[in-house]
């Protein structure tokens, strides 16, 4: 198993198609987890020369990208309400993305969703080499209704979810391959409480993928200075050796 980086790195050399998606009330699947229903990498990108605007992305979401958004500035905070997304289909995961715009510079983003009670937290962060493979169109999102808001004054006001260390899972049988996706659930603290196999390309390496998980250790998201229970896609690559 090599870091998460490294695996989904193989999934933007596969083809991918992107398209604009409503969000129809009642379209969502009907059973969806509870626990793992905010287990997901969600993260907010910045635009180079436009403070004001982010681009938004979820991976393999458990519903449609339907809810509300809350964008935070330094002192005021804007809301939204989502209309339509671009999903774009990778071989192995979903990803669906819009454009967040603000009248004010956009320091991180809450996402509530239509079908579960919980609430995606990221701070905004630079694109990076992997985030520059996904210029697609994208519907814009205008966040309005200004509140004023405290400003935070911690040194970190946000931390994204990222993995510490992970063991090395083993595959149950020689000579199998394939990609596993695991959805975790992780408290304010960092540590795991739920997984969901998210995708897999070989139902025996679910368990040692599972358990890769559970025994890994995460770093705790921050979201304007306070820990909030986060979510983080664990991905392996077996390769049949």
Known sequence: ????????????????VAAFTASPAGADPPAIDPNTACATNFSALRIDGDPNAVVVVADDLAGTFSGTVTA???????????????????????????IVRADGPIEGVEYTPTWASCTFHAGTRPRGG????????????????????????CTVPFRSTGVVHAPEPIAPQSRVSGFVRVAVALDDQGIPRFTRVVSSQAAVLNTPSVNAARQSTYTATVFRCQPVPGGYEFAVMFSGN
């Open 72 to 98: 935070y500035g330094h002192q005021t905070k804007w809301t939204g309400t989502i209309g339509r997304a671009a999903v774009t289909e990778y071989e192995a995961y979903s990803e669906a993305s819009l």
């Open 1 to 16: 198993m090599k870091g998460a980086a490294g695996v989904v790195s193989l999934c933007l050399a596969m083809a991918c």
């Open 130 to 153: 992997y985030d520059d493979h996904r210029d697609i169109q994208r519907p814009v999102l205008v966040v309005t209704s200004p509140v004023a808001i405290e400003p935070v004054t």
